[in-house]
């Protein structure tokens, strides 16, 4: 993680002072950072926020385990003035929480009134990781279904935003293939990309 991500983890968040200990103490590096932000470039400066529910090292860990527990989070970053929230998950489509179909973007919308951004596997087919090896593999095909499923949250305002990492990698014309929904016509995500400058 990251260095503020580093903070919000009560496993990698040792300290005994106002910046350690319980979930307020935790974001509240985040917050003074979010709130200097606004007071250096004013109000009206927008200030985007990623947090992730996961780690490289644990696909399975979840900083917020509940509904609640994930408001207790956010509503210090709300309150310090973030804009908008980036909500990383290994995979978009998967329910943030037991018994609801809701992801991690469309719980922290609703919780906080905020845009939210989604992102995890955007366009990987479900087969993307060898979970024994953690290597990624190449996809067999883009998955039209979850695409789809995407523009169908957005459209209905489950959540806002789109972020697209790999995906794009292998095929610069990926975005505008989604938007004329040549779907057939996307270059799978590949490893081998990430060797290569184009």
């Known amino acids: 993680g990251y260095l503020i991500d580093q903070f919000f983890w009560a496993g990698t968040n040792q300290r005994t002072d106002q910046y350690g200990g319980d979930v307020g103490n935790r974001t509240r590096f985040a917050c003074e950072i979010i709130e200097r932000i606004k007071d250096e470039c004013g109000a009206d400066f927008p200030v985007l926020l990623r947090f992730s529910q996961w780690k490289l090292q644990n696909y399975a860990i979840k900083m917020a385990k509940s509904p609640e527990a994930l408001a207790a989070f956010l509503n210090p970053l709300v309150k310090a003035g973030v804009d908008v929230f980036h909500c990383s998950t290994r995979r978009f489509w998967e329910p943030e929480f037991e018994g609801s179909e809701l992801n991690l973007a469309a719980w922290t919308q609703m919780l906080t009134g905020k845009p939210c951004i989604t992102v995890g596997s955007v366009g990987l087919d479900d087969s993307f990781v060898d979970e024994k090896s953690r290597n990624m593999a190449l996809g067999a095909s883009v998955s039209t279904e979850k695409l789809q499923m995407i523009e169908a949250a957005v459209t209905h305002g489950t959540y806002d935003f789109v972020a697209i990492g790999r995906s794009i990698l292998n095929d610069h014309l990926w975005v505008e293939k989604w938007k ?13 990309a990430l060797k290569v400058l184009v």
């Open 180 to 192: 004329n929904h040549s779907f057939d016509q996307m270059k799978p995500y590949s490893a081998e």
